[in-house]
């Protein structure tokens, strides 16, 4: 199937712009050349918006997703739109209010890696709360004192940036995957690494998302449960705004 040329992994604060049909697949979902909109993956949902055609009629977009590949990015209508006719130029706009929440959030997944260094089980972005999972049996830490140390690197303003590496630059480097479970894709050649800080001082680590360009974007969050799942396991669940007075 068709390659998208995902554009939104050389600039995530991009919104809007034109692209065309290349296919329609049997669930009517929409390919395009080229797209802005994120497809799930990683922890964070797909981006939501509008695809305009040249007569000015709309096609919501209810979800994105990954086809076969990675590379293969799929713009799943709302219920009863009417399909693009194939090599039709549309144009884009995702929801961006709703992204900018979910870049700020998976911003925030990384900055509590990086307060709690262990092994992490599971993470999902969410608009509203996120949630990371750690291998961790004893949670000698309180949601204020992680809280406190979040605001630091959120306060500390320190840039966010992408940078490839190959493959052996990662075997070489082992302590960079944090995830337990998932493994980066092997096989394209290429690692793409989000970095935290001048030089990454602060962290790196391979990821595909969207990120804000500073810790400082993210804004005002706190630890709102740290919940036990499990013998080894910890939930610690990210919200915006300030810790609520107990
Ligand atoms: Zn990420």
């Known amino acids: 199937m068709a390659q998208t040329e995902a554009l939104f992994r050389d600039d995530a604060y991009l919104r809007d712009g034109a ?6 697949n049997d669930r009517g979902g929409i390919l395009l050349d080229r797209t802005m909109f994120y497809a799930t993956s990683g922890g964070q949902p797909g981006d939501t918006g509008r695809l305009t055609r040249e007569d000015g009629s709309t096609i919501e977009i209810a979800a994105t997703v990954t086809g076969e590949t990675k590379d293969e990015i799929i713009h799943v209508p709302a ?3 009417v399909l693009p006719e194939l090599g039709e130029t549309l144009q884009l706009a995702i929801d961006w209010e709703r992204r900018f929440k979910l870049m700020r959030m998976h911003t925030a997944c990384h900055l509590l890696s990086v307060i709690c260094p262990f092994p992490i089980t599971g993470a999902s972005v969410n608009e509203a709360d996120s949630r990371v999972d750690f291998d961790l049996p004893d949670a ?3 949601k204020e004192d992680v809280t406190i140390r979040l605001m630091e690197l959120v306060n500390g303003n320190h840039p966010v940036f992408t940078r490839w590496i190959s493959e052996e ?3 070489s480097n082992p ?3 944090k995830s337990k479970n998932v493994r980066p894709p ?4 290429r690692i793409r690494l989000v970095c935290i800080g001048e030089e990454a001082v602060v962290d790196s680590q391979p990821c595909g998302g969207t990120h804000v360009a ?3 974007e993210v804004g005002e969050i706190h630890i709102g449960k740290i919940e036990k799942k499990g013998r080894e396991n910890r939930r610690f669940r990210i919200r915006f705004g ?3 007075a107990s």
Do not use: D, M
């Open 19 to 24: 692209a065309r049909v290349v296919g329609i």
């Open 79 to 81: 219920a009863e739109q």
């Open 140 to 142: 000698n830490v309180t």
């Open 169 to 171: 630059e990662l075997e």
């Open 175 to 177: 302590g960079l995957v």
């Open 186 to 189: 092997r096989g394209a050649g």
């Open 214 to 216: 500073s810790t400082a």
């Open 242 to 244: 300030s810790l609520p």
